[in-house]
């Protein structure tokens, strides 16, 4: 591959604010440039490096190696918690987005106070996603990149599944009922799937 195209596209990467997708990248190569070959390429020749160029949700940007970001903290650090409302919020949202807020208070079984998603748009990970065609027309709420780079994902097929979670401890007895309610819904939609197959033959 030329190395001029490597150290264009390189030099794209590097200049940019925010992750981009591979046809946001072609419009500033040459015409007909491979982009997937350069990236592969790029990407090896970093592999191992102290920068790594890495992809997220079919966008790519450069970030610090994960076993260096330790040094590149400061000393002082704002950590805030998010609150259990928050965590099980974007949860929900991660897990079935795009989903209203109506969806996730009916999952969660309670009310949630416009702080909580304001709380987790305000870092980054929620945004709105337009609006059900329904009456009314709610509000939709879907996770974003900065969610998917926050949590070290490519994309949301890479959330753990119930067994995941179940074998990992994180699920605890109050976390049983939205899990087992995952759970049915994910049988249901088996069985859905099934019932169209069935009427296809």
């Known amino acids: 591959m030329p ?38 390429s790029l990407g090896e020749s970093y592999m191992g490096r102290g920068v ?3 992809e997220r949700g079919g966008k790519w940007h450069f970030q610090t190696a994960p076993d260096l970001g330790h040094i590149l903290r400061r000393e002082r650090e704002e950590s805030r918690r998010l609150s259990r409302a928050a965590i099980e919020t974007l949860a929900i949202i991660a897990y079935h987005e795009p989903v209203t807020r109506a969806q996730i208070e009916e999952i969660r079984g309670v009310a949630i106070s416009k702080g909580t998603l304001d709380v987790l748009m305000e870092a980054g990970w929620v945004r709105p996603a337009g609006r059900r065609e329904v009456p009314g027309r709610p509000l939709l ?39 087992l309610w995952a759970e049915a819904e994910e049988s249901r939609e088996k069985a859905s799937e099934e019932e169209a197959d069935v009427d296809q033959i």
């Open 141 to 179: 709420y879907a996770t974003t990149q900065g969610f998917l780079t926050q949590f070290g994902l490519e994309s949301r097929r890479d959330l753990p599944g119930l067994a995941d979670l179940k074998a990992a401890g994180l699920l605890d007895p109050i976390d049983l009922s939205l899990a």
């Open 3 to 40: 190395n001029d195209d490597l150290r264009r596209i390189e030099a794209v990467l590097f200049a940019a604010e925010r992750p981009l997708t591979r046809d946001e990248i072609a419009l500033y190569m040459p015409e007909g440039s491979d982009i997937a070959g350069l990236l592969a």
């Open 52 to 54: 790594e160029l890495v």
